[in-house]
């Protein structure tokens, strides 16, 4: 597959990175580490539907030298599926469990984007020890309600598809490049071409990078089926929301609505652009990070 230079790279290059596998409850586990323990407050990144630690390498590339751990959801990138099913249950207690494995210390800063701001509200709720949270491009209201409804039941089409056939011809609809690419091309508000090509090719690399049909059939009901709402009450920590002028999966007077719920929140609001945040302005995602956390940005 071609691959499109990163024009994060650079930026990347300056942070120090590296592979680790470790073992939750008996199940493989990949995840990276940027930077060094005790380089400011520990960052823990959990990222969106069918991506991998890859997703948020934009944003880091913004904050040298700051401590940051990247996992791999279980099932997706290199990470092994979760014994039981892919729900937000399940992701929010493997978190917690994943934290205590890695030994990461209980003021982390967990960041979130997409379906990580689900996975994470969840394990925060439910007692997941942090200093504060940021929640980029927040699920701040069902899938079914959003502005692009109609897109999620015809994902909802698509995926009841891809798990009613034959499992070879299911995989085969559900890694289609032609879908992945028409989502990505839906979502991308940058009119920057070497931009959107780059954000395709990301989409093309790593969207299909899923154990089996199982995983990514339920991880997808976990995330149009659930929202950061749910929980927003028993979020006691500063919670700092992101949101996107032009976000296709909530809207902002959704968000606005969420961070009126929450007992300790902030938000900010990122102009012309949607969902990709973490693609098409990672440096100003870095600063709201640095903004609640004194992290150095680049």
Do not use: C
């Amino acid at each position: 597959m071609r691959i499109v230079p990163s024009p994060y790279a650079e930026g990347l290059a300056r942070t120090a990175v590296a592979r680790h596998d470790t073992l939750v409850d008996g199940v493989p586990v990949a995840w990276w580490e940027y930077g060094e323990p005790g380089s400011g407050p520990a960052l823990l990144l959990v990222h969106g539907f069918r991506g991998d630690h890859h997703g948020l390498e934009p944003v880091v590339s913004f904050l040298p030298g700051v401590h940051v751990v990247a996992p791999d959801l279980p099932g997706f990138g290199a990470s092994a599926p979760l014994p039981g099913e892919h729900s937000i249950d399940g992701y929010a207690a493997w978190l917690g469990r994943f934290a205590a494995a890695v030994d990461l210390p209980p003021d982390v800063v967990v960041i979130g984007h997409s379906f990580g701001t689900i996975v994470a509200a969840k394990a925060l709720a439910d007692g997941f020890p942090a200093a504060r949270a940021v929640l980029l491009n927040p699920i701040a209201s069902p899938a079914l309600q959003g502005p692009n409804a109609l897109g999620t039941r015809l994902s909802s089409l698509y995926f009841g598809v891809g798990a009613a056939l034959p499992e070879r011809a299911g995989n085969a609809l559900l890694q289609s490049r032609v879908i992945t690419r028409g989502a990505g091309a839906f979502l991308a508000k940058t009119k920057d071409p070497a931009l959107r090509a780059w954000i395709h090719n990301q989409h093309d690399r790593y969207f299909s990078g899923y154990a089996n049909r199982r995983v990514v059939v339920e991880a997808f009901h976990a995330s149009v089926d659930h929202d950061i709402t749910e929980w927003a009450r028993r979020l006691t920590l500063p919670v700092h929301l992101v949101a996107a002028e032009h976000d296709d999966i909530t809207t902002l007077e959704d968000v606005r609505r969420l961070a009126a719920m929450l007992p300790d929140a902030t938000l900010a609001v990122l102009r012309d652009v949607g969902h990709l945040v973490h693609y098409e302005r990672p440096r100003e995602a870095a600063e709201e990070i640095a903004s609640v956390t004194g992290v150095p940005v680049a």
